[in-house]
């Protein structure tokens, strides 16, 4: 029925992100925008080259929307901010931890955020190769502890599922994991307490003291 109308790249954008924060990347796809802004899929393409690119624009502005805190002067502490900092921002916008999970995308303004790791690891002594590295783990720590909430999160909302751990540590035998069995009964509890400023600080301080020891 004639040609499609016109839509502004950044409806689409705001369309795609609104998709992405209330039903998640599955969700997402050039047919389903196209559709929710009026328009055919043929004509989104001359907006935007493929979903990859959705997803790139729909991330870019999301760390820039959140003010960034108050940093400590002393490196160790500052390292340790940026990473609290970045588990809070990311623990609020779920959506933005699954679509990192894809790979190869973020979000430009996010790299201060690199940035100021990197450099607080170089100002702690460590080469920078080494920050590089411990910039890795310290991420791979934070997305690990949301990927692995929002997976908890899905499976406290389906209850009826096959029993999981540590409920299968009903059946285990004791002489072979003697202490998850002793454990098992305040497994849920011990697990409930974790502390992420605490267990990301005995990291930082894993990776500086370790390097700084080794030399």
């Given at each position: ?94 959506w933005v931890v699954e679509v990192l999970s894809l790979g190869d995308l973020t979000d430009e303004g996010a790299l201060w955020m690199v940035e100021e ?99």
């Amino acid at each position: 029925m004639g040609r499609p109308r016109r839509v502004e790249p950044e409806t689409i954008v705001a369309t795609a992100r609104r998709i992405l924060e209330t039903e998640g990347v599955a969700a997402l796809s050039m047919r389903r925008v196209a559709k929710e802004v009026g328009t055919t899929p043929m004509a989104l393409y001359h907006h935007v080259r493929d979903k990859d690119e959705l997803l790139m624009l729909a991330l870019a502005g999301t760390a820039a929307a959140v003010p960034r805190p108050e940093l400590p002067a002393e490196p160790r502490d500052r390292l340790l901010a940026v990473a609290l900092h970045m588990h809070g921002m990311l623990a609020r916008m779920p959506w933005v931890v699954e679509v990192l999970s894809l790979g190869d995308l973020t979000d430009e303004g996010a790299l201060w955020m690199v940035e100021e790791i990197v450099a607080c690891g170089v100002a702690c002594g460590l080469t920078p190769e080494e920050a590089v590295r411990a910039y890795r783990t310290i991420w791979h720590c934070v997305y690990g502890d949301l990927a692995f909430r929002r997976a908890m999160e899905r499976r406290a909302a389906d209850p009826g599922r096959r029993r999981h751990f540590p409920g299968l540590l009903a059946d285990a035998d004791a002489t072979e994991l003697p202490h998850l069995t002793a454990l098992a009964d305040r497994w849920s509890e011990l697990t409930e307490g974790y502390d992420v400023t605490g267990q990301l600080g005995a990291v930082v301080d894993g990776l500086l003291g370790r390097t700084n020891n080794s030399r």
